[in-house]
């Protein structure tokens, strides 16, 4: 990989990003200052692929525009912030035969993929429920002025409600469920707190400060919301959403099946076989060998060596550019970004709606019941060398 570019609406950030990767020998491009800096960046013709980690209503903008000008995308988490935009993803993918991947890195964490091979071996029997979840407590961050450019994720939560970033614990179990590939979501049901501290907060800065009175008395979102999904073969998904209230940090990684169950947070992971206990530590440690997933196998020390939320970011990104070197199927494709993403919205009507249960679109067109597993077995003819240029 060469990073040709880096874009950057504040100019110190990008300078920031340059020096941070010159260590490698990269010699990249500047574009900031101009709001309109990053099509400079996508009309290139020495690009490949577009990374977007810009506030989420530029997400979909911005890789459609990538992609219309013969980029492939990986766009963080979520992928759009309506359905029309997740619609726009899927179409302009289609069109333009440019990857367009939503960078769910949850997917590549350990205990995650650890559960995803055994899902896909056969240890959990049939997979009846999975639960995800995103709860993190943000308060201080989304009011702290200088943390997110021009406040845009207190924005967000200001004056949206619903389930606004399902895609971290969601995203794992749709890929144990084969979702989009062999089942698919029929329909959701959403239920939403009332909000109990983002409102307080803003009065309570507004006080002393003029800077936080737009911010009082905007339609915030609640504090806890519970989004339910059924699925076509009968299965049902839990996700929950809170970034105010003073949880300990929890995605809630649950699967279960006919035969056995696993639980994620609180921290360490655990399976269970049978209803009376979590098996031993020693029984533990002998499954994660004997499941261990190729990926994990091949680069999962190199992984927690160079780290990014303890090594998944690492695993995102390497097989992301193993899979395009190689001319591979990604792991997270378009359907996925859009689906997952969808959830907000839909969420959103629900609460807006008595939490009334509304209809999951199918984004792969029918596809989703001849649609192929996610390949973990990295035996397609992928990367066979490893070669890490380390940072000092």
Not at 236 to 247: A, G, L, R, Y
């Amino acid at each position: 990989v060469e990073v040709r570019a880096l874009c950057d609406l504040v100019p110190e950030e990008v300078e920031k990003v340059r020096k941070r990767i010159e260590f490698a020998g990269f010699n990249p491009t500047l574009y900031s200052g101009d709001p309109e800096a990053w099509k400079q960046l996508c009309n290139r013709d020495d690009i490949d692929l577009v990374y977007i980690c810009t506030p989420w209503d530029l997400h979909a903008p911005m890789a459609v525009y990538a992609m219309e000008h013969g980029k492939h995308v990986a766009l963080e988490v979520p992928a759009a912030n309506t359905l029309e935009e997740c619609w726009q993803l899927v179409e302009t993918s289609e069109k333009t035969r440019m990857h367009c991947m939503m960078m769910e890195n949850c997917c590549y964490d350990f205990f995650e993929l650890l559960t995803l091979n055994m899902a896909r071996q056969g240890f959990f029997g049939e997979i009846v429920h999975g639960e995800g979840a995103y709860l993190h407590t943000l308060l201080g961050s989304n009011f702290r002025k200088g943390g997110y450019w021009n406040m845009w994720r207190l924005r967000e939560n200001s004056s949206r409600r619903g389930n606004l970033y399902p895609t971290h614990g969601l995203g794992p179990i749709c890929q144990i469920m084969d979702i989009n590939r062999g089942d698919k979501m029929d329909y959701l049901v959403s239920v939403m707190s009332r909000d109990f501290l983002m409102n307080e907060t803003a009065k309570e800065l507004s006080a002393t400060d003029e800077f936080f009175k737009e911010f009082v008395d905007n339609p915030y979102r609640g504090n806890m919301t519970t989004t339910t999904v059924r699925t076509n073969k009968g299965r049902t998904i839990m996700v929950q959403h809170d970034v105010t209230s003073p949880n300990v940090y929890s995605r809630i990684h649950k699967v279960s099946g006919t035969k056995a169950s696993a639980l994620k947070y609180p921290l360490p992971g655990k399976i269970a076989i049978g209803h009376r206990e979590w098996v031993s530590d020693e029984e533990l440690k002998s499954l994660e060998e004997e499941y261990a997933p190729p990926i994990i196998k091949k680069v999962g020390e190199m992984a927690k060596q160079v780290g990014g939320h303890g090594g998944m970011d690492f695993l995102e990104d390497w097989r992301l550019i193993d899979c395009l070197r190689n001319g591979l199927p990604l792991d997270q494709d378009v359907y996925d970004a859009a689906l997952w993403t969808a959830i907000a919205p839909l969420s959103e009507w629900s609460v807006a709606n008595r939490s009334n249960s509304i209809d999951v679109p199918d984004f792969t067109g029918g596809s989703w019941k001849t649609n192929q597993p996610v390949d973990i077995s990295l035996n397609e003819g992928g990367n066979t060398e490893v070669i890490r240029k380390a940072p000092p």
